[in-house]
């Protein structure tokens, strides 16, 4: 059975890191594309960054530059260093899996991945 369990949010102030760690079990992470999405309370969920099976990675625009995704295949590990957080970056994170042979367009849309975690909260003060 797939298991992701997100861990890392907390709160921080404005301009503050964090990295987020998502443990995968029952399948190689090395097998899936995986992703972190974010979501806010009454918002849709939407696409931060994800990475295909051979490394490629994509970013959402506003957090281009800022927030990093990587994966050590060996720990069956997804991870997302965010560094100069904004208030806007405020929400629950939740890492997904899903299968890769599916197109570059579904790579930060939620319909692109069969698999969740619960979330972890990830707030950030002015």
């Known amino acids: 059975q797939v298991q992701l369990v997100e861990s890392g949010g907390g709160s921080v102030q404005s301009g503050g890191s964090l990295r987020l760690s998502c443990a995968a079990s029952?399948?190689?992470?090395?097998?899936?594309?995986m992703g972190w999405f974010r979501q806010t309370p009454g918002k849709e969920r939407e696409g931060v960054a994800a990475i295909t099976t051979d490394g490629r990675t994509i970013y959402a625009g506003s957090v281009k530059g800022r927030f990093t995704i990587s994966q050590d295949n060996a720990k069956n590990t997804l991870y997302l260093q965010m560094n100069s957080l904004k208030p806007e970056d405020t929400a629950t994170y939740y890492c997904?899996?899903?299968?890769?042979?599916?197109?570059?367009?579904?790579?930060?849309?939620?319909?692109?991945?069969?698999?969740w975690g619960q979330g972890t909260q990830v707030t950030v003060s002015s």
């Open positions: 029952g399948y190689a992470s090395s097998e899936y594309r």
């Open positions: 997904a899996a899903g299968p890769s042979y599916l197109g570059w367009w579904s790579l930060l849309r939620p319909v692109g991945y069969d698999y």
